[in-house]
């Protein structure tokens, strides 16, 4: 198959788990044995989206609480979710030079390399008076940084004008606050030309530890290639 784009979740989900990638990005019928998560991943950044839609330029703090225990009921998202969201953007009213985002849940597309597909993403928050871009993060492992997807989305606003000085990733289910480091110059490029190479390849193994547990395509995962009788 021929890749025509990228997005930075394609490329991490893949060096995550090959396998999963096919699973959730390529097949058809996209068939899954946990909704959960993910259901709860989008609803989240739905939520996030309406209040800073909602919430006024320079909010008190009990307009901060008030609207965002609005949003995050509407979509009824759990409870520790909001007490963190809550601990971050009270912290980020007293200390950012601007509250509200020049961008919030923003699709970016463009041509960054001359040799490879065009780059598309979505930008969760970015602060052009703070030249900092926040990505939202709700899953259990926040040991890990997604420097690839982080750089990409650095790179998406920086070529078109916007200045980018920290990338911070935000897990907002442990309240964790992580900020990108600094990236060797090609290394994304190479990423993306490896991940390129693999899915027209079709390699897809599967990269099993610790995380297969909580994989929304485990029990098909563990059954492919069975055969049982009657079936």
């Not at 909010?59 to 609005?70: G, Q, R, V, W, Y």
């Not at 259990?140 to 070529?159: A, C, F, N, P, R």
């Not at 990108?180 to 993306?192: D, H, N, V």
């Not at 190479?197 to 929304?216: D, I, Q, S, T």
Request: proline share 5%; with cysteine; charged share 35%.
């Amino acid at each position: 198959m021929k890749v025509k784009s990228v997005a930075p979740s394609h490329v991490t989900n893949y060096k995550f788990c090959p396998r999963r990638y096919r699973y959730k990005e390529l097949d058809l019928p996209k068939i899954v044995t946990d909704t959960y998560r993910r259901d709860l991943g989008k609803d989240i950044h739905f939520a996030i989206r309406d209040y800073f839609n909602e919430i006024s330029d320079k909010p008190s703090e009990k307009e901060i609480e008030e609207k965002a225990k609005e949003s995050f009921e509407i979509y009824k998202i759990p409870k520790r979710f909001l007490n963190k969201f809550l601990e971050f953007e009270l912290i980020r009213l007293k200390e950012w030079k601007s509250y509200k985002p020049t961008m919030v849940e923003t699709a970016l597309t463009l041509e960054i390399w001359k040799d490879l597909p065009p780059i598309n993403g979505v930008i969760d928050f970015y602060s052009k008076p703070d030249r900092t871009l926040i990505d939202w993060k709700t899953g259990s492992i926040d040991h890990t940084i997604d420097v690839i997807q982080g750089k990409i989305y650095e790179l998406l606003l920086e070529k078109q004008g916007f200045p980018v000085d920290r990338v911070l990733f935000v897990n907002l289910r442990t309240g964790l606050v992580q900020q990108l480091p600094r990236i060797t110059e090609g290394f994304i490029e190479k990423e993306i030309k490896t991940f390129i190479e693999a899915v027209e390849l079709g390699y897809f193994p599967k990269r099993r530890g610790v995380w297969c547990e909580n994989c929304e395509y485990l029990l098909r995962c563990e059954l492919e290639g069975e055969c049982f009788w009657g079936w």
